[in-house]
């Protein structure tokens, strides 16, 4: 299959849905420019900050993007390229942006409060507080996993005799020196366009410039060569900072700039694909399909197992993702200036995702024949590596394989680091309105509970938490967190379903997603406590958590399922 022509269909059918789809959505449920939203009913100037339509969609985009689109559709890619690319379209338009787009207005119509508290009012206090929990047992597994990666691409690597290997972990050093610089420039921005009334373009044009400079004296000066556990530490120290700070100072600002890397990079990706299409060598060597089974003859080495559930708990952000209704009601509700920026930030930001989940497949596609035999097996160096060989296959690009290698694992540890401190804020969010019963405030609240919903206390018991688990190593946790995050996904299209129906708006739109999601992610769950189960029996003592917190994830879903088809089946719709 050519590459171009996958991409331009690919686009074709997103902008369709967008148009389509995503104006029906709007006109169905009210969408409203003159409502006056959240983030200017509740300014306060910490969580609740009214930005620019640009700036939030920087911000969500960035935040809700990681590495997932790309890690996903790579892995799946061993099912062939047509089961990917069809449920990388229809999942977006039908189920990932819907569901991302309805927790947004769910949120921006209930105060800018989380998708617990939307529960809470459509389904009542217990719904919430099992919602909220699962939630964040959910986020404390996407600490723990993203604190772990990004440690991991900052570490320094040791040789037999304990000292530092300076030339193997140069490339890790200059991650985290760029990633520190970027921190710095973010700050500023920060403060010259929401203190000092800078111009949102001149401030960009610079911001961009700033990257770039951070990139050029990241590249040659990196002087931190530091262990994975002292890069663990000041993670904690630094999400813990980002979680309580104002949103101005650092979230949006360093959003906004950050998406500028990731449409660069998806940008180089259109080049790269383009490019390879006009001098002949456009051409993927992936099967269409493979078969209905993994049998792990691919790079990783590793089964997926059944195409059903496998192809949608591993493909999440690129399709749909329940991280993206704890983003959207989460931070993006308390920051959003207008509803009619609701469709572009919400519905349009994921089908960026989409799109940059078929760039990921064509990349894979690409190099084929290298990833299949082991040559390539980690995602992320798999897209690296596509998009950069299809770049050199133009004469004027020949020379910048290795730049543009280098510059696209920065780019993608840089959202690593994005969805890291959003989801320790989402985490404080849920720690905070757990303790808060309907109609109360967190200035309502005293003794314990006054004390516990205090932003720094929620915010160290969650960073700990999370780090502390992240210690044990990403790879023993993310199993157990896709199909949490796809559970979440189902009981996200639930919750936004049972407001509508109780505000009198359609929700049928999201029946069939509900279902179907709560059927794939259940029956992942029940694989896994069986595998898992076995390995505890042969020895693994880590495999007993796993399997605990596997039957724990599907004892809640279960229990808020039953609670609401109740709900929805005594609305009158």
């Given at each position: 299959?050519?590459?171009?022509?996958?991409?331009?269909?690919?686009?074709?059918?997103?902008?369709?849905?967008?148009?389509?789809?995503?104006?029906?959505?709007?006109?169905?449920?009210?969408?409203?420019?003159?409502?006056?939203?959240?983030?200017?009913?509740?300014?306060?100037?910490?969580?609740?900050?009214?930005?620019?339509?640009?700036?939030?969609?920087?911000?969500?985009?960035?935040?809700?993007?990681?590495?997932?689109?790309?890690?996903?559709?790579?892995?799946?890619?061993?099912?062939?390229?047509?089961?990917?690319?069809?449920?990388?379209?229809?999942?977006?338009?039908?189920?990932?942006?819907?569901?991302?787009?309805?927790?947004?207005?769910?949120?921006?119509?209930?105060?800018?409060?989380?998708?617990?508290?939307?529960?809470?009012?459509?389904?009542?206090?217990?719904?919430?507080?099992?919602?909220?929990?699962?939630?964040?047992?959910?986020?404390?597994?996407?600490?723990?996993?993203?604190?772990?990666?990004?440690?991991?691409?900052?570490?320094?690597?040791?040789?037999?005799?304990?000292?530092?290997?300076?030339?193997?972990?140069?490339?890790?050093?200059?991650?985290?020196?760029?990633?520190?610089?970027?921190?710095?420039?973010?700050?500023?921005?920060?403060?010259?366009?929401?203190?000092?009334?800078?111009?949102?373009?001149?401030?960009?044009?610079?911001?961009?410039?700033?990257?770039?400079?951070?990139?050029?004296?990241?590249?040659?000066?990196?002087?931190?060569?530091?262990?994975?556990?002292?890069?663990?530490?000041?993670?904690?120290?630094?999400?813990?900072?980002?979680?309580?700070?104002?949103?101005?100072?650092?979230?949006?600002?360093?959003?906004?700039?950050?998406?500028?890397?990731?449409?660069?990079?998806?940008?180089?990706?259109?080049?790269?694909?383009?490019?390879?299409?006009?001098?002949?060598?456009?051409?993927?060597?992936?099967?269409?399909?493979?078969?209905?089974?993994?049998?792990?003859?691919?790079?990783?080495?590793?089964?997926?197992?059944?195409?059903?559930?496998?192809?949608?708990?591993?493909?999440?952000?690129?399709?749909?993702?329940?991280?993206?209704?704890?983003?959207?009601?989460?931070?993006?509700?308390?920051?959003?200036d207008n509803e009619k920026d609701a469709r572009p930030i919400?519905?349009?930001?994921?089908?960026?995702?989409?799109?940059?989940?078929?760039?990921?497949?064509?990349?894979?596609?690409?190099?084929?024949?290298?990833?299949?035999?082991?040559?390539?097996?980690?995602?992320?160096?798999?897209?690296?590596?596509?998009?950069?060989?299809?770049?050199?296959?133009?004469?004027?690009?020949?020379?910048?394989?290795?730049?543009?290698?280098?510059?696209?694992?920065?780019?993608?540890?840089?959202?690593?680091?994005?969805?890291?401190?959003?989801?320790?804020?989402l985490a404080r969010y849920m720690f905070q309105e757990f303790?808060?019963?309907?109609?109360?405030?967190?200035?309502?609240?005293?003794?314990?509970?006054?004390?516990?919903?205090?932003?720094?206390?929620?915010?160290?018991?969650?960073?700990?938490?999370?780090?502390?688990?992240?210690?044990?190593?990403?790879?023993?946790?993310?199993?157990?967190?896709?199909?949490?995050?796809?559970?979440?996904?189902?009981?996200?299209?639930?919750?936004?379903?049972?407001?509508?129906?109780?505000?009198?708006?359609?929700?049928?739109?999201?029946?069939?997603?509900?279902?179907?999601?709560?059927?794939?992610?259940i029956s992942s769950l029940a694989l896994t406590i069986k595998?898992?189960?076995?390995?505890?029996?042969?020895?693994?003592?880590?495999?007993?958590?796993?399997?605990?917190?596997?039957?724990?994830?599907?004892?809640?879903?279960?229990?808020?399922?039953?609670?609401?088809?109740?709900?929805?089946?005594?609305?009158?719709?």
């Amino acid at each position: 299959m050519n590459a171009i022509v996958i991409l331009l269909i690919g686009v074709a059918v997103l902008v369709i849905g967008y148009i389509t789809y995503g104006k029906w959505l709007a006109n169905q449920w009210g969408i409203d420019e003159k409502q006056v939203t959240p983030a200017h009913v509740l300014q306060d100037g910490m969580d609740y900050v009214p930005a620019k339509a640009p700036v939030l969609l920087g911000h969500h985009f960035s935040s809700i993007a990681g590495a997932g689109p790309i890690n996903g559709p790579i892995q799946a890619a061993v099912f062939g390229w047509v089961p990917v690319f069809l449920w990388v379209l229809v999942g977006g338009i039908f189920f990932g942006a819907a569901h991302d787009f309805g927790a947004l207005f769910a949120s921006i119509r209930n105060k800018g409060q989380s998708i617990g508290e939307v529960i809470s009012s459509a389904m009542g206090l217990r719904a919430k507080r099992l919602f909220i929990i699962f939630s964040y047992l959910t986020l404390i597994l996407v600490v723990a996993a993203f604190a772990s990666i990004v440690a991991n691409t900052f570490m320094a690597t040791y040789d037999a005799t304990g000292a530092v290997d300076i030339a193997a972990s140069s490339a890790n050093a200059s991650t985290a020196m760029i990633s520190i610089l970027f921190i710095v420039v973010a700050i500023i921005f920060g403060i010259f366009v929401y203190r000092k009334n800078a111009p949102l373009l001149v401030a960009s044009v610079i911001g961009v410039l700033a990257i770039i400079a951070c990139m050029a004296i990241g590249l040659h000066w990196h002087p931190l060569y530091l262990s994975q556990p002292v890069w663990m530490i000041i993670v904690g120290v630094y999400i813990t900072v980002a979680s309580v700070t104002p949103v101005w100072i650092l979230l949006q600002p360093r959003d906004y700039l950050s998406s500028f890397l990731l449409y660069g990079m998806m940008i180089v990706a259109v080049v790269g694909i383009f490019g390879a299409g006009l001098t002949g060598n456009a051409n993927l060597e992936i099967p269409a399909f493979t078969g209905f089974v993994d049998s792990a003859a691919h790079g990783s080495g590793v089964s997926l197992g059944a195409l059903f559930p496998a192809l949608f708990i591993t493909i999440a952000c690129g399709a749909i993702s329940g991280f993206h209704s704890l983003v959207g009601s989460g931070t993006t509700a308390k920051q959003l200036d207008n509803e009619k920026d609701a469709r572009p930030i919400a519905y349009g930001g994921m089908l960026i995702e989409c799109g940059l989940a078929v760039v990921s497949l064509c990349a894979v596609g690409y190099i084929w024949n290298s990833y299949v035999p082991g040559g390539i097996t980690t995602p992320t160096a798999v897209f690296a590596t596509g998009i950069s060989e299809m770049c050199a296959t133009l004469p004027i690009l020949a020379g910048a394989k290795d730049v543009i290698y280098a510059l696209l694992i920065l780019a993608v540890s840089a959202f690593c680091l994005t969805s890291l401190d959003t989801a320790t804020r989402l985490a404080r969010y849920m720690f905070q309105e757990f303790w808060l019963k309907p109609g109360e405030s967190m200035e309502d609240l005293t003794g314990i509970r006054s004390f516990l919903v205090k932003p720094l206390v929620a915010t160290v018991i969650t960073v700990v938490a999370g780090v502390a688990l992240g210690m044990t190593g990403y790879a023993k946790i993310w199993p157990l967190f896709g199909a949490a995050n796809q559970l979440l996904a189902a009981l996200g299209l639930m919750a936004v379903a049972t407001w509508l129906g109780k505000i009198g708006r359609n929700n049928k739109m999201f029946f069939i997603p509900m279902v179907f999601m709560l059927v794939v992610t259940i029956s992942s769950l029940a694989l896994t406590i069986k595998a898992k189960y076995l390995a505890w029996m042969a020895g693994d003592t880590w495999a007993a958590l796993l399997v605990v917190l596997a039957v724990l994830l599907i004892v809640l879903a279960c229990v808020l399922a039953v609670e609401g088809f109740r709900t929805l089946k005594g609305q009158k719709n």
